[in-house]
């Protein structure tokens, strides 16, 4: 079958149950990104790269706050990936300021920074939160690098001068 034809054909929806484990969270994410892939979806290897992590931050946050399962569904609408993923918390995340202090808490802000869109509704289960990427949308070169450093800063007080 060639890409063009493979392209023009919507998948189905995917969707798959994660345990409650921190474990089971690596599993997870390579699912997906195995499914997208063998989707042959037309997503440059850095939206790839964005999935995956992004994939894990919200699947992460899903079984270490509400240490129950959560189910992850994968769909291509033609332009747009959507990850949502499903969990029995009620309470809806915001991603706010980077508390440089904090030893968590950056995963939303990386969803925010990297994906075309992102959301969270309540769901009859508890909530859902998604993030899309698009094909043309994937942030890269500086404004990723930055993204990606400013989610992993040292606290302020590591990273001012010293006196010579």
């Known amino acids: 079958m060639s890409v063009a ?3 023009a054909i919507t998948p189905a929806p995917f969707g798959f149950r994660v345990l409650p484990s921190a474990e089971a969270v690596p599993d997870a ?10 989707w042959g979806l037309p997503l440059a ?3 790839l790269r964005d999935v995956e992590l992004l994939s894990s931050e919200l699947i992460t946050n899903a079984v270490s706050h509400t240490h129950a399962p ?3 569904c994968v769909s291509w609408d033609g332009e747009r ?3 949502e993923v499903t969990d029995a ?3 809806l995340p915001a991603a706010c300021g980077i508390d440089l202090d904090a030893t968590d808490g950056r995963g939303l802000f990386l969803v925010a920074a990297l994906a075309t869109n992102w959301g969270a509704e309540p769901d009859p289960a508890g909530k859902r939160i998604w993030f899309e990427v698009g094909t043309t949308a994937a ?3 500086d404004e990723r690098l930055t993204t990606l450093v400013r989610a992993a800063a040292p606290k302020a007080r590591d990273v001012l001068p010293t006196s010579a």
């Open 45 to 47: 290897e850095e939206a």
């Open 139 to 141: 942030v890269s070169g």
């Open 81 to 83: 990936l959507r990850v």
């Open 5 to 7: 034809t493979r392209q």
């Open 70 to 72: 959560c189910v992850v």
């Open 29 to 38: 994410r390579r699912r997906v990104i195995q499914v997208v892939r063998g």
């Open 89 to 91: 918390g009620h309470e």
